[in-house]
């Protein structure tokens, strides 16, 4: 069974930095692209970055370019989120998502449960 | 940028009811790289259709989507107690990788 687990998730302020970790199990976690797709309280599915299989490829939207980096250790089977110069509007929920294969413009096919980001001062 | 817009903002319904739900996207991009998810109460979204039409495992086959170019659909032809969640729908590929805001089912 594929299994996503996030963590790293909390309380920062304005300003401030996290790092989010998803390990990926029941999988060969190197031949998928993977991504983060974050959802504020209520709201809809925002896609935040996405990474190639062997991590050369890196992919951000228009609001957190700059701030925010992607990774991956293959060998952990694990994939990060570090997030800088975090901003009230960067509060949500932030899923680790698998992409449907190699490819990072696949659909994803699995989620992790998510971990909640809380930028308030 | 795409933009994906749903229809109905909510949509409600009784168990075995057929429900019918839209999706429309602002750019047309030639295939059919088009998805559907549901999400219930604090769970993760769950994959349902991919590639406008094809059923991920384990879906039932009550669920079924439809569409192609700008339109897409999904339908759920008898509704379950576990149907009422929210929807979204997906627009993926190199060109665009976008969601759509979302329709809650609920019961009625």
């Known amino acids: 069974e594929v299994q996503l687990l996030e963590s790293g998730g909390g309380l920062q302020h304005p300003g401030g930095s996290l790092r989010l970790s998803c390990g990926g199990s029941?999988?060969?976690?190197?031949?998928?692209?993977m991504s983060w797709v974050r959802q504020a309280p209520g709201k809809g599915l925002e896609w935040v970055s996405g990474?190639?299989?062997?991590?050369?490829?890196?992919y951000y939207s228009d609001s957190v370019r700059g701030r925010f980096t992607i990774s991956r250790d293959n060998s952990m089977k694990t994939l990060f989120l570090q997030m800088n110069t975090l901003r009230p509007e960067d509060t949500a929920f932030y899923f680790c998502?698998?992409?449907?294969?190699?490819?990072?413009?696949?659909?994803?096919?699995?989620w992790g449960q998510g971990t909640l980001v809380t930028v308030s001062s | 940028e795409i933009v994906l817009t749903q229809s109905p903002g909510t949509l409600s319904l009784s168990p075995g009811e057929r429900a019918t739900l839209s999706c429309r996207t602002s750019?047309?991009?030639?295939?059919?790289?088009f998805a559907w998810y549901q999400q219930r109460p604090g769970q993760a979204p769950r994959l349902l259709i991919y590639?406008?039409?094809n059923r991920a495992a384990g879906i039932p086959d009550r669920f079924s989507g439809s569409g192609s170019g700008t339109d897409f659909t999904l339908t759920i032809s008898r509704l379950e107690p576990e149907d009422f969640a929210v929807y979204f729908c997906?627009?993926?590929?190199?060109?665009?990788?976008?969601f759509g805001p979302g329709t809650t089912l609920d019961i009625k």
């Open positions: 998502a698998r992409h449907g294969g190699a490819s990072y413009d696949r659909y994803i096919d699995n």
């Open positions: 029941g999988f060969i976690f190197n031949i998928y692209a």
């Open positions: 990474i190639s299989v062997a991590g050369g490829s890196t």
């Open positions: 750019q047309s991009f030639g295939t059919n790289n």
């Open positions: 590639a406008a039409f």
């Open positions: 997906h627009q993926y590929g190199r060109s665009a990788f976008a």
